[in-house]
């Protein structure tokens, strides 16, 4: 596939610095045009939120979480021509997901309770509200300094101890604490800054 | 914006974990194992023997070709269209 890239960009680029500095209107542009880092790239800004909307949201278990998820991005792939507006791919994906959790909700019940017609509890949408909530922050997260992405993710996300941060980081364990809560107010600062009107962006 | 409190940045983080790892990879590899399935279809409408190959074990025939099926995204995909 030809890669629809700016000709002034020499050096390859990693997809995390991709992820962080494209909009999402530009990153699926460029996957559009073939580009298989902003592919890439695309994937590792919505594979969090497509995880937890399948897990946490609709409590699917992990294998059918897993057909949901390839699912998703095998449609999203495909159909990317068809998304009128680019910025809105992020309201696509979740009601993609949504649609493919309900339908596996839906096929896993008529096995169950063939001769029924109950449905399977729906999502929980305080759960998903909050979801989005989570995402703004993510991307408020990604555009910090990497030393701030890392212990932050690491801590609260990847639910990482102090030592196993200390020794993945090279950072004194003793240290680490102080650390995150620096870059908490960082955030805080960034995601407040985000929220202002006026500065969307 | 004082709702925004350090506690409750800390667990809208904690909202997002990674995805498994492996799923995520076969995500990221949806273009190449795009191109890999139209190949092959390709060569399976053309080639009888190889066409049977694939419906006979799909799973041995794609590794003959140096594609793994357990990691491959596009397994039911290729099932179908070779059927």
């Keep these: ?11 390859p ?3 995390a610095a991709l992820s962080a500095e494209l909009s999402d209107a530009k990153l699926v542009a460029l996957c559009r045009g073939g580009d298989e880092e902003a592919w890439g790239a695309l994937v590792e800004r919505f594979s969090r939120y497509v995880y937890a909307i399948a897990v946490q949201a609709f409590r ?10 390839q699912e998703v991005f095998a449609r999203v792939y495909e159909r990317l021509d068809t998304l009128r507006e680019d910025e809105a791919v992020r309201p696509w994906i979740a009601q993609l997901t949504r649609r493919l959790c309900i339908d596996r909700l839906r096929a896993g019940s008529r096995e169950v309770t063939a001769d029924t017609a109950e449905l399977p509890d729906g999502p929980d949408e305080d759960l ?6 989570a995402f703004d922050v993510h991307d408020a997260l990604a555009r910090l300094p990497e030393n701030c ?6 801590f609260f996300a990847r639910d990482e101890s102090y030592r196993a941060i200390g ?35 | 914006m004082s709702g925004y409190d350090i506690e409750r940045l800390s667990r809208l983080i904690g909202m997002l974990p990674p995805a498994p790892a492996a799923w995520e990879s076969a995500a ?7 191109r890999e399935l139209d190949m092959l279809v390709e060569r399976a409408e053309a080639d009888a023997e190889f066409r049977r190959a694939l419906i006979a074990d799909l799973e041995s025939a794609l590794r003959a070709e140096g594609v793994e099926p357990t990691t491959w995204p596009l397994l039911d995909e290729l099932r179908r269209r070779v059927r």
């Design chain 1, 128 to 133: 998903l509200a909050q979801l989005e909530e």
């Design chain 2, 28 to 34: 990221r590899e949806l273009p190449r194992a795009r």
């Design chain 1, 60 to 69: 699917l278990p992990e294998h059918d979480a897993e057909d949901v998820f």
């Design chain 1, 149 to 154: 992405r890392e212990i932050l993710d690491r």
């Design chain 1, 1 to 11: 596939m030809e890669a629809a890239r700016d000709p002034r960009e020499a050096a």
């Design chain 1, 167 to 201: 020794e993945a980081l090279e950072l004194p364990a003793g240290t680490i604490a102080s650390r995150i809560s620096r870059c908490l107010d960082k955030l805080r600062e960034a995601f407040e800054g985000r929220n202002k009107p006026g500065t969307a962006s």
């Design chain 1, 13 to 15: 680029r990693s997809t």
